[in-house]
């Protein structure tokens, strides 16, 4: 999952609201990242499956695969991923870090560019350790038998 030392890292953001993919693209891009979107989970989980990203950050609320059901995917094809998901609802809907499968959860405001920012460097620099929740392997399981 890390990249060569040399290689710039490699960043997936899925959200459906194109501003807020310019606007996370060009923040990544600034660190040095290279970053490829995707506009919904299904097209966000497919560029997943084609390539090695090093840290995925994900929208909670899209259309046909919200972000915690394409975490339990991801999750399903490497429980090591890096997953960070951002959502304007954290606090409404009691999104965390256990109850989602992501490694981190951000709110959608103001801080929200610093704390994407430095979560995406603190994220690199650990070793993939994380292993899915019991919830989460429990829908990895179904979305693997759904796969079938």
């Known amino acids: 999952?890390?990249?060569?030392?040399?290689?710039p890292p490699h960043i997936l953001v899925v959200d459906d609201n194109r501003d807020g993919l310019l606007v996370r693209r060009l923040?990544?891009?600034?660190?040095?990242?290279?970053?490829?979107?995707?506009?919904?989970?299904?097209?966000?989980?497919?560029?997943?499956?084609s390539s090695n990203f090093d840290v995925?950050?994900?929208?909670?609320r899209m259309?046909?695969?919200?972000?915690?059901?394409?975490?339990?995917?991801v999750r399903a094809r490497e429980a090591n991923a890096r997953i960070i998901l951002l959502s304007g609802f954290v606090e409404p809907l009691g999104l965390t870090e256990e109850n989602t499968g992501a490694d981190?959860?951000?709110?959608?405001?103001?801080?929200?560019?610093?704390?994407?920012?430095r979560w995406i460097k603190r994220l690199l620099n650990?070793?993939?350790?994380?292993?899915?929740?019991?919830?989460?392997?429990?829908?990895?399981?179904?979305?693997?038998?759904a796969a079938r």
Do not use: W
């Not at 995925?56 to 909670?60: G, T």
């Not at 981190?104 to 920012?117: D, F, G, Q, R, S």
């Not at 429990?138 to 979305?143: D, G, I, P, T, V």
């Open 1 to 7: 999952m890390k990249t060569a030392p040399n290689s």
């Open 126 to 145: 650990r070793a993939p350790t994380r292993k899915p929740p019991g919830k989460q392997k429990r829908a990895a399981a179904q979305a693997r038998a």
């Open 63 to 73: 259309p046909r695969m919200n972000g915690v059901e394409m975490i339990a995917r």
């Open 27 to 49: 923040l990544l891009e600034e660190m040095g990242c290279c970053v490829e979107v995707a506009t919904n989970g299904e097209e966000g989980l497919k560029l997943f499956e």
């Open 104 to 117: 981190v959860v951000i709110a959608k405001n103001a801080a929200e560019p610093t704390h994407l920012a």
């Open 56 to 60: 995925v950050v994900v929208d909670y």
